[in-house]
């Protein structure tokens, strides 16, 4: 059975915060999971922190990972909350998902690499297309996901929305 709420009585609008926080830190540390996985394990191309021994480059990214473990399993919880609430929004959550990973790539890419110069995504090669290619997809991440975003809002500010109420 559906029922048509108001926007005050409708789970989803209660808990819009949530389910876009749920969506940022799930993003934010898959995409940091992701960047430590294939780039610092997989290709060796860098550590999170390059600047001293490669035991302190080990040490950097394990604390780099156990932050995005972290993220990633605290935006998991915060979904599984909303689905017991029934107020869990798919569209909000992929947006804030797209959201967080973009800007953590984005941060990334220009605070960590550029500002701080802690790493670079490599090392002896030409590093222009690299970054173009890096910061651009943590820009159309970003896009993309306040797309979404809007997109959810207008959802909810235009209409009532059906919700499942079994």
Known sequence: MQERLPEPENPKF???SLNLWAGILFGLGFVAFIDETVFHQILHWHKFYDRSSTAAGLVSDGLFHAFSWFATVGGLYLVADLRRKKAFWHRMFWGGKLLGG??????DGTIQHKLMRIHQIRYEVDIVPYDIIWNGLAIVMIAFGLILIRSAKKDLSGRKVIVNAS
């Open 14 to 16: 209660r808990h819009r």
């Open 102 to 107: 973009g800007a953590f790539q984005l941060y």
